[in-house]
């Protein structure tokens, strides 16, 4: 089973984890099964950007991003090259390192008003 290396979050995770998910696993799936609360505001159809996570290690392994994750991807606070909506990111074989960003776009709006 790959691993899920998650590194540190303040409020998610602020020790650090890692944790196992079978493969066919999508990310924000796995990270739930483990009890790291990622934000899934749409319930996971690719409909917001709340999953958002920055893959450091093992983005080439995953399924290729689809279209409409592209489109919704471009909405996300802290966009960067190795993003991928987690809830669309599907696990394959390899190990994989992800950070989940300090906010997500209910979060940023909040914090900014
Ligand atoms: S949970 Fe909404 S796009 Fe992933």
Not at 1 to 24: Q, R
Not at 78 to 101: H, K, M, N, Y
Request: glycine share 6%; aromatic share 2%.
């Amino acid at each position: 089973m790959p691993k899920i290396t998650v590194l540190p979050h303040p409020e998610l995770c602020p020790e650090g984890a890692v944790v196992e998910a079978a493969t066919g696993t999508s990310i924000c799936d796995a990270l739930h099964q483990h009890d790291i609360d990622i934000d899934s505001a749409c319930g996971g159809v690719c409909a917001c950007t709340t999953c958002h996570v920055i893959v450091r290690e093992g983005f080439r392994s995953l399924n290729e991003i689809e279209e409409d994750e592209e489109d919704m991807l471009d909405r996300a606070w802290g966009l960067q090259p190795l993003s991928r909506l987690s809830c669309q990111a599907i696990l394959q074989e390899t190990d994989v390192t992800v950070e989940i960003p300090k906010y997500s776009i209910n979060l940023a709006k909040e914090g900014h008003q």
